[in-house]
Nanobody
């Protein structure tokens, strides 16, 4: 089992920045990738970014490329999502997920999920 705890969400004005964190614990050696997904009210869950824990690569959805950066601190078993130039359409609950990540931006390959952290961007 792997436990994931997100933190760092909040409210910010458009153009601002936030960093959310995902702290992993448990049998973390069973996962190959950690990703961020988001879901806004009334909308489908969508991928944001993913990172392979062995450092082989990072992946981003087109709508966040150039604005968001995913990174990890292996010593702390924590993955970060730095979000810059935030837009109102980035408002959503942000979820951290961990799993094999064979298709890194597909939720189908992630079996462990956190409870989410809310990000709200006002115009």
């Amino acid at each position: 089992q792997v436990q994931l705890v997100e933190s760092g969400g909040g409210s910010v004005q458009a153009g601002g920045s936030l960093r959310v964190s995902c702290a992993a614990s448990g049998y973390i050696y069973s996962v190959d990738a950690i990703a961020w997904f988001r879901q806004a009210p009334g909308k489908e869950r969508e991928a944001v970014a993913a990172i392979y824990t062995d450092g082989r690569g990072t992946y981003y959805a087109d709508y966040v490329k150039g604005r968001f950066t995913i990174s990890q601190d292996k010593a702390k078993n924590t993955v970060y999502l730095q979000m810059n130039s935030l837009k109102p359409e980035d408002t959503a609950m942000y979820y951290c997920a961990a799993g094999r990540g064979y298709q890194p931006l597909s939720s189908d390959w992630y079996e462990y999920w956190g409870q989410g952290t809310q990000v709200t961007v006002s115009s």
